[in-house]
C-alpha cells in the first residue's frame, strides 16, 4: 500500500489491508476508524430521538450534535489517512542508522508528523466524548446501549492514538517538545477518564 485512502475502501477490503504484512494501514488508522464508528453511532441515536414530542425541547442542540458528528466522522476518516501516511513516511527511513537520523530533517519532519496525526485524532477523540456525555438525559432511552458504545469507541479511539504518540515520542530530540508531548499524553488521558465517568454516572 504506497498512500492511503482509507475512506474509499469497502469494510472488507479495509480489514484485509489491515490484517497484511504491510506497514499501512496499522493500529492508528484503526483507531481513526473506530472514531468515525463512535460519530456514525452518536448521530445515530439523534436520527432517532430527532422529531419526537417527548425531546422537542431539545431539537436545536440536537441538531448542533448532530453537526458535531457529521463533521467528526468525516474528519476521523481523513484522519485515519493521514496516520497511515505519516507512518508510511516514518516506516521508509528506518533503514538510516541511528546515528546518522539525528543529522536530517526530513527524519524529524517524519517523526513530528508521526505524533502530530495521532495526537490530531486523540484531540478529536476528546471531542467527540465532550458531545456524547451530554446526550443520555436528551435522547430515547431505548438507544442507550449505541450511545454507549459509542462512547467506550471513542474512548477506545483516543487510548489507542495516545499509545501511537507515546511510542514516538522518544524519538523526538528536543527535550522541550517531548516534555510537551508528555503533558499531552497525561491531559488528554484525562479528559478522556472523566467524559467516560460523566457518561456512566447520567446512564
Not at 489491515?18 to 453511532?41: E, F, R
Not at 477506545?156 to 510537551?180: F, G, H, Y
Request: net charge neutral; charged share 15%; with cysteine.
Amino acid at each position: 500500500m504506497t498512500q492511503a485512502q482509507i475512506a474509499k475502501m469497502t469494510v472488507d477490503e479495509f480489514v484485509t489491508a489491515l490484517a497484511a504484512k504491510q506497514p499501512v494501514p496499522g493500529g492508528g488508522a484503526a483507531a481513526a476508524c473506530i472514531l468515525a464508528q463512535a460519530s456514525a453511532l452518536g448521530a445515530m441515536v439523534i436520527a432517532y430521538t430527532l422529531g419526537k414530542p417527548k425531546f422537542a425541547q431539545h431539537q436545536s442542540r440536537l441538531e448542533n450534535l448532530d453537526m458535531i458528528f457529521t463533521g467528526a466522522r468525516i474528519d476521523a476518516l481523513d484522519l485515519a489517512d493521514r496516520d497511515a501516511n505519516a507512518y508510511l513516511k516514518l516506516n521508509s527511513l528506518w533503514k538510516i542508522p541511528v546515528d546518522q537520523r539525528s543529522s536530517l530533517p526530513e527524519w524529524h519532519a517524519a517523526v513530528s508528523e508521526a505524533i502530530a496525526a495521532p495526537s490530531a485524532i486523540a484531540d478529536l477523540s476528546v471531542a467527540v466524548l465532550a458531545a456524547l456525555a451530554t446526550m443520555s438525559k436528551i435522547t430515547s432511552a431505548q438507544l442507550a446501549s449505541d450511545l454507549r458504545i459509542a462512547q467506550l469507541f471513542a474512548h477506545t479511539a483516543m487510548e489507542s492514538a495516545l499509545l501511537n504518540v507515546q511510542v514516538n515520542l522518544p524519538q523526538v530530540s528536543d527535550t522541550a517538545a517531548r516534555t510537551a508531548g508528555e503533558t499531552f499524553l497525561t491531559a488528554r488521558r484525562s479528559e478522556g477518564a472523566r467524559f467516560v465517568s460523566l457518561s456512566s454516572t447520567h446512564s
